[in-house]
């Protein structure tokens, strides 16, 4: 059961200021009145300019947001907005809604000199929609206890490549301009973040490449050689002549001989990344084997090498918790633990294995230290799990209070594209194109997770790079400033 409390609401207020551009000092002169049928936001003190939302009534309130009770409605703009907004999002849609609507009304409508308002209850439907109210009940999982994309309501009424709460962020900008003509709202650009899970180096736990001296028997482990190395000839051979593997072994003789090549294809992935001067992250596991888990070591000294070469080349170094922390934070403990002491103490962010998430896993990842998810994405579909490309710190409904960690929403996967979607070629770039333009119409970040492990696919390499380059120009992510400041 769901029950919205006031604190809540204002967090769901603030959440679609930001997303309308609205500064910071303009937000804190804002009064939010609530009462049993409305939100009412007063604009400025001493004017009678307010913006009002009709509430759910109290019986809808506490519903399952999956059930019949609730509607998807759409609605008009209050006035055509510019292009390029106005061809990638001819109309408003608001889930979670007491009735449907036609989409001949405006979402926002001007009753009086100084007040406009809102038939619906976008307060409460920034709520559910970036909280995953709909997931929280867990009655609906696949095999691996993940609520699929087809479980939802952005894909039952059509609408999961649609960033909405961002687009509800454009609407109330307009609906602000039109009592306060002289404000304009703050535009973001594009930006990019691109993440690599390394689900898979080459390596088993305890396994060690040993030196042998001449009588065969074991002496010390292998030292470190860093042997003659053309950086820019193993790009070559990686990406422009589709040969990643040839390439991974040219990138592996810059840490060490003899290491597995998927180890080395980790560079591969994060050098197409930085010849576009994207960013790039790379979340590294410490799981057990086990059927889900490859089982590898992160204190292995080679897979340090790499870890360190990342680091001095600006590449962000997280955290991958494996199959088993799902549910478990006695596991995920452990787990960061051993990744800690390999990349330090320093805030980290990272993604769960295999995107088994839920609304409690915020609060797992936020009591073990973490600086930010990016696991909210979905396996089986690309497209806007939480209806937006904005990151933004979640409202945690168990504890009715913000969290301390930031979500950066997941927007599309590798395998989900090649193996669940069964998309290649043209298809393929479309679907990541179309989500690509929705973030820079709405001035969002775009998120896209590449395995090292895929550039095993030769023909998926073009593919790859043809990403990147849709992404150019594009504006890089700073996440730790948008962590202690969410109006960067």
């Known amino acids: ?141 696949d095999v691996h206890s993940r609520f699929a994309a087809s479980m939802s309501v952005a894909a039952r009424d059509g609408f999961i490549h649609r960033p909405v709460v961002d687009e509800w962020g454009l609407a109330f900008a307009q609906a602000i301009k039109v009592l306060v003509p002289g404000w304009r709202p703050k535009r973001r650009r594009l930006r990019a973040k691109i993440s690599h899970d390394i689900d898979e180096v080459g390596l088993r736990a305890g396994l060690w490449h040993i030196k042998r001296n001449g009588n065969g028997a074991p002496s010390a482990r292998t030292g470190w050689m860093v042997l003659p190395f053309d950086l820019r000839h193993a790009i070559k051979l990686s990406l422009e002549h589709r040969d990643p593997l040839r390439g991974a072994t040219q990138l592996l003789q810059a840490v060490a001989p003899s290491q597995p090549s ?104 936020e009591s073990c230290g973490l600086a930010y998810d990016s696991t909210v994405g979905y396996a089986d579909q690309v497209g806007f799990r939480a209806g937006t490309c904005v990151p933004y710190r979640p409202w945690l409904l168990s504890l009715d209070r913000e969290a301390r960690l930031l979500e950066i929403p997941l927007l599309a996967m590798d395998t989900c594209l090649l193996e669940s979607m069964r998309l290649r070629g043209d298809e393929l770039l479309n679907a990541v194109g179309r989500l690509i333009h929705m973030c820079r119409v709405v001035g969002g970040v775009f998120t896209f997770l590449c395995h090292n492990t895929t550039l095993r696919d030769a023909s998926f390499v073009r593919e790859y790079e043809r990403i990147l380059d849709m992404l150019v120009p594009s504006d890089r992510f700073d996440w730790q400033s948008s962590l202690s400041n969410e109006w960067v």
């Not at 309130?61 to 006035?79: E, I, K, P, Q, V």
């Not at 889930?95 to 926002?108: I, K, T």
């Open 262 to 365: 998927c180890l080395g294809l980790v560079l591969a992935v994060v050098h197409a990344t930085q010849e576009r001067g994207l960013d790039s992250a790379v979340y590294w596991k410490a799981s057990r084997l086990g059927p889900f888990d490859s089982g590898y070591d992160p204190r292995d000294g080679r897979i340090r090498k790499v870890i360190h070469w990342l680091r001095e080349h600006g590449v962000e170094n997280g955290v991958h918790p494996g199959y088993g922390t799902f549910g478990c934070p006695q596991e995920l403990q452990a787990e960061l633990q051993i990744l800690r002491s390999v990349l330090g103490t320093e805030q980290l962010g990272g993604r769960q294995h295999y995107l088994r998430w839920c609304p409690e896993t915020w609060i797992d990842w």
């Open 1 to 141: 059961m769901v029950t919205i409390s006031r604190a809540a609401r204002c967090w769901a207020v603030k959440e679609l200021a930001r997303r309308a551009g609205v500064s910071h000092e303009f937000f804190k002169a804002w009064t939010v009145e609530i009462s049993r049928d409305a939100t009412i936001i007063h604009l400025q003190p001493g004017t009678a300019k307010q913006i009002l939302f009709r509430n759910l009534s109290n019986d809808k309130n506490g519903d399952d947001l999956a059930s019949s009770n609730f509607r998807t409605a759409r609605a008009r703009w209050m006035s055509y907005p510019e292009e390029p907004i106005r061809s990638a999002i001819p109309d408003l849609i608001v889930p979670f809604c007491e009735r449907a609507e036609d989409g001949l009304h405006s979402l926002f409508w001007q009753a009086t000199a100084n007040r406009i308002e809102c038939f619906a209850d976008l307060p409460a439907s920034t709520l559910f929609a970036l909280c995953r109210v709909e997931e929280a009940q867990r009655q609906h999982l």
